[in-house]
């Protein structure tokens, strides 16, 4: 089972976190941002929440046909 | 009943002199404490466990593992059984009681099996392509009764398990030769290190291994390395598979029935894993080769030193390797007689010639170059036809009751294939075997194609030391342990006997799913190429012994219809869980309470106790309507609501959600998720709020207080808190990380009663006393006051969702009890959801219903509140062409035009009664006591939806036609004169 590393809690299983979406591309109009989505298959740009820790919402860049995770950062901060 | 007679007490490693006794098909059986169902039954003859699945053939034990494909037994008594577990593995418990399956009426003369008889086999995909008009459904339901493998239990009431998290430096699958060297290797570096040992004992193969292991035997040598395990405070799991895993968990069950740990699920998080899974023996393919007597050589082996039984009384003993002698000295040795060993290699080495001989002179038949065609005698063997491979032509009979089989060993690939891990062809092996993994794990042993001893003890200590080194445990190893006097087994690939077409149909490859050489010979005549697809459309290898014993058989036979290297077909892989696990192990601890969370009012007591018949709403549970008011739901509700509207009533609202936002920029921030404006809001003032999806939809509704400059609270749907926090806390994160709002969930913080009706406020000024008088005469719809009670924080909202004259009592749990009963006392009564249901769907308020996600403010009326203009989320949406057609519905109110049809919640709407074209339906409909009819809050389309428009509202499902006109929403009191007064 994939794990994320929060920030605040360190690595943690799966099942603590909750996925929300694909974050939308940077700038894109609304409608984009609802309805066009890309959908690579050698990165996926995420939101996810730590919902059963600390509820901070994080910025998850991961490989979705690996399963590696890239980049884990607060929802909010720029790493 | 009668108790069958006693044996004379068996010497085996594993049982003892203590006697046990177990049921199978009816019968007491004794036993002896250690046994298991398979080997108990064994020792008192039996030969006949179950019947197969297809063809309802006999079936006796073939293996002595979880790679059992016949001997599969379902344990206990409906409703409480386990069905398909392997006779083999089943530890013989206090009160065991199990059947044998797959027969009716009897495990003798199963009914099945003579209509068998009479119509020839069934080939792969008959049923699919015979039961096929007027449609599979037709006999389905039959198909199913005589097909699948064992019963489903009757009741969810097997004990969940156990579920341990374990982290180690190095985990290791199997305890054998080479498993055992990794765990040293690892431990002695100064790894924390788990073993994981399916069986009961650790040793592996190594429990029949005439070599030494540094100048010890190799029993001797499993002891003192378990000692040296045990001092390094490594933590071997017996009984314990592995079972599947990903990303780095792995997860292994103990199984029911195990002992200590039983039924336990470990999710294993270890830095390194090595995978010393070895391999399991494989059958071979000749005519008949399922009869109860056909055995691996193996199992054979495990039951006599195990257990002291002798599968037979006349052995015949069909492989193609060396370790054939090695086995037939030992069972000799044992006192078993063994009339002939066929080997189907013409070569072999000088060492065996020497072998050959000395067998010859005890009295073994040694035919090289020889194979068994066929199996004669119908419930088990009596007899075998051997053929010269040089001189086909030429038959050999020879009487035997138990045929020993070893066509070579596959290594267990299970966990190797996943997550990336590859495999590769080996020679050696007769198979595939890993080779490139992830990082974090490694193959060693058999798993990784080494089968010779001195080898792989070397090899898998090595590759230990090294992984350990890498996860910092940087200890000294020293040598790695020694093995002498064991060689390769010299395999020569051999997966079935000759025979004719016809005979193909009795060669049988997966012995779990009656496949045999004719169904994968049809399968690649039908255009199914792929080993994949071969084993979807024939079932090969999706039994519970997961292709074991017969999955790689079936590939090489593949290979040789196809005229391809086996390499080039590959075999299938395995997906997990890889041995049995019951729904129950899966589950793990998320069932029954634990499934999720109930929650309870601080009301729910008194409800209770007061008659309240309770409906999960979410997680919380609410009272649906209270047992004096009426015999029912529906009585009781009406009986209720028209209380409600005569006098006054309270509602336990306490499941109302309510998060408080505070901060410098929290009047911005709700700007910004409401579709109206919080900022414009005056400290004790309140405002009825929606909140938008990003699309624009409709996500929630509430009303929002102001109970300071900077603070607010904002109340949600019930059961919406949740998600709402996590939707306030995602756009503060995304938008406003650098600015002032902290969002905190007071939903279980506050009790809330609500008091609704036209005696509403005198009621409540009676209880709160004088004091409270002015301060509530002077509440205008929508106003807040905040004072104490009883010395806890009351706070008193004017706000209505019945549309009466009403008050939510916001309260600390201390005081909700008293405060209740005090209103009970001033003559209030108390109503549930059902009563609320109606109030609410004759004002023409909102549920989820409606805000079903599919609806945008306008669709819902609210042009109004979109016309303010407040840039919110959601809101650029709101323009799109698609929301202003003609066609799309908004909502309406419906009443039936005779005055008293039922109009149907989930009706569709249409124009005629024989339109199929659905304008809209009915979201939420009610019997309206107040105007005596039903009537319903429904979507219907733009142009269709002007007050007075007839249509009709059908019901196919219920078989109902119901002519309607369409209103407001607002079906009473639409100028709101009641909620004002
Ligand atoms: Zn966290």
């Known amino acids: ?79 | 009943m009668t108790l069958r007679r006693a044996l004379s007490t068996r010497r085996g490693h594993r049982v003892t002199s203590q006697s046990v006794s177990f049921q199978f098909d009816g019968r007491e059986y004794t036993a002896q404490a250690g046994d298991t169902v398979a080997s108990a039954l064994l020792a008192h003859g039996v030969r006949l466990f179950g019947r197969s699945v297809k063809y309802r053939r006999p079936r006796g034990v073939f293996a002595a593992g979880p790679e059992e494909p016949n001997a599969l037994l379902t344990v206990g008594t409906q409703p409480c059984v386990i069905p398909n577990v392997s006779a083999p593995q089943l530890a013989i418990t206090p009160q065991l009681i199990t059947r044998s399956q797959n027969r009716w009426p009897s495990l003798r003369v199963d009914l099945h099996a003579l209509l068998q008889a009479g119509s020839g086999f069934l080939g792969a995909g008959f049923y699919y392509k015979t039961f096929m008009w007027p449609s599979w459904r037709t006999y389905e339901t039959m198909i199913r009764h005589l097909a699948g493998l064992g019963e489903a239990p009757g009741a969810a009431d097997i004990a969940p398990p156990h579920v341990e998290y374990v982290s180690c430096d190095v985990l290791v699958g199997g305890a054998g030769a080479a498993g055992l060297a990794a765990a040293l290797a690892a431990a002695r570096a100064g790894a924390r290190v788990v073993v994981c040992e399916r069986e009961p004992q650790a040793g592996g193969e190594l429990e029949f291994e005439t070599a030494t292991i540094d100048e010890q035997s190799a029993t001797e040598w499993v002891s003192s390395a378990l000692a040296e395990l045990a001092r390094a405070g490594a933590r071997v799991l017996y009984h314990t598979a592995i079972v599947g895993g990903s990303d780095g968990l792995v997860i292994a069950h103990a199984e029911p029935g195990g002992g200590a740990k039983d039924n336990t699920v470990y999710r294993i998080r270890p830095q390194k894993f090595v995978m010393a899974m070895g391999a399991v023996e494989r059958g071979i393919a000749f005519v008949d080769n399922d009869r109860p007597g056909v055995m691996l050589l193996g199992a054979a082996e495990r039951y006599l030193a195990r257990y002291g039984v002798a599968v037979g009384k006349e052995l015949v003993l069909f492989g193609n390797h060396d370790r054939l002698y090695a086995s037939a000295q030992r069972l000799h040795a044992a006192g078993m007689r063994i009339r002939a060993i066929i080997d189907t290699r013409g070569d072999v080495s000088a060492v065996t010639i020497g072998l050959r001989a000395r067998l010859t002179g005890m009295g073994v038949e040694c035919l090289g170059g020889h194979a068994v065609a066929e199996v004669h005698g119908a419930h088990g063997v009596r007899r075998i036809c051997v053929v010269d491979l040089q001189a086909p032509g030429t038959k050999i009979f020879i009487e035997c009751d138990a045929l020993l089989v070893s066509g070579g060993w596959t290594p267990m690939l299970q966990a190797a294939l996943h997550d990336g891990g590859q495999r590769e062809f080996a020679a050696q092996a007769g198979g595939f075997v890993a080779n490139a993994q992830p990082e974090w794990r490694t193959a060693v042993g058999a798993c990784a194609g080494t089968f010779e001893l001195s080898v792989l003890l070397t090899e898998s200590f090595r590759a230990a030391a090294q992984l350990s080194q890498s996860v910092g445990a940087m200890g000294v190893v020293g040598r790695a342990p020694v093995g002498r006097g064991d060689t390769a087994p010299q395999l020569q690939a051999f997966w079935r006997s000759a025979c004719t077409r016809a005979q193909e149909k009795r060669q049988f490859v997966d012995l779990q799913n009656d496949v045999t050489v004719a169904d994968l010979r049809l399968a690649l005549s039908e255009g199914f190429v792929d080993i994949e697809h071969i084993k979807r459309y024939t079932t090969l290898g999706i039994g519970t012994e997961q292709g074991r014993t017969g999955g790689l058989l079936g590939a090489a036979i593949v290979a040789e219809l196809k005229g391809e290297p086996l390499s080039r077909v590959g075999v299938s892989r395995t997906r997990p869980p890889y041995q049995p696990m019951t729904l129950s192990s899966l589950a793990g601890l998320n069932q029954g309470d634990a499934l999720r969370v109930t929650r309870r009012t601080p009301l729910h007591a008194w409800n209770q106790a007061n008659g309240a018949v309770f409906e999960p709403a979410e997680y919380w549970l609410r009272t649906r309507y209270y047992r004096a008011n009426g015999t029912d739901a529906f009585t009781a509700g009406i009986q209720e609501a028209t209380q409600v509207r005569a006098h006054g009533g309270i509602l336990d609202g306490s499941t109302l959600g309510k998060i408080e936002i505070a901060g410098a920029d929290a009047a911005a921030f709700l700007d910004r998720l409401y579709l109206t404006k919080a900022s414009t809001m005056k400290v004790g003032r309140s405002k009825y709020m929606v909140n938008l999806r990003e699309d624009g939809m409709v996500l929630d509704d509430g009303i929002v207080l102001r109970l300071a400059p900077n603070r607010f609270l904002a109340t949600t749907g019930s059961g919406h808190a949740e998600h709402m926090l996590s939707h306030f806390e995602h756009y503060r994160a995304l938008e406003w990380s650098h600015r002032q709002v902290a969002i905190t969930n007071l939903t279980e913080a506050w009790a809330v009663i609500v008091v609704a009706g036209p005696e509403s406020r005198a009621a409540l000024i009676r209880v709160l006393g004088e004091a409270w008088h002015a301060r509530l005469s002077g509440l205008t719809h929508m106003d807040f006051s905040v004072s104490r009670w009883n010395g806890q924080t009351l706070r008193v909202l004017r706000a209505s969702f019945s549309g009466e004259l009403a008050f939510e009592l916001h309260c600390q749990h201390g005081i909700a009890v008293p405060l209740w009963e005090a209103l009970v006392a001033a003559g209030l009564q108390p109503y549930g959801l059902e009563a609320l249901d109606i109030l609410r769907v004759e004002k023409g308020y909102l549920v989820s219903s409606e805000m079903n996600g599919e609806a945008t403010p306008q669709d819902l009326g609210m042009d109004g509140l979109v016309n303010l203009g407040n840039e919110c989320v959601g809101r650029a949406m709101l323009g799109r062409p698609a929301f202003a057609e003609p066609q799309r519905p908004r909502l309406v109110g419906l009443r039936a035009c005779d005055g008293k049809s039922v109009i149907q919640g989930g009706a569709q709407i249409t124009l005629t009664t024989t339109d199929t074209h659905a304008l809209g339906h009915v979201s939420s409909s009610v019997y309206s006591p107040a105007l005596g009819q039903w009537i319903a809050l429904a979507f219907v389309a733009r142009d269709r939806a002007a007050p007075g428009t007839v249509l009709v509202a059908r019901d196919p499902l219920r078989g109902t036609d119901v002519d309607v006109v369409v209103t407001s929403p607002v079906h009473v009191d639409s100028s709101s004169e009641r909620m004002k007064a």
């Open chain 1, 1 to 79: 089972m994939m794990r994320l590393t929060c920030p605040f809690c360190g690595a943690r299983e799966l099942h603590e976190f909750q996925f929300h979406k694909t974050a939308p591309e940077p700038g894109a109009n609304p409608f984009a941002a609802v309805y066009e989505r890309v959908n690579r298959t050698d990165i996926s740009q995420e939101y996810w929440q730590h919902l059963h820790g600390c509820r901070a919402w994080l910025y998850v860049s991961r490989n979705p046909s690996t399963g590696e995770v890239y980049q884990v950062h607060l929802l909010g901060t720029q790493s």
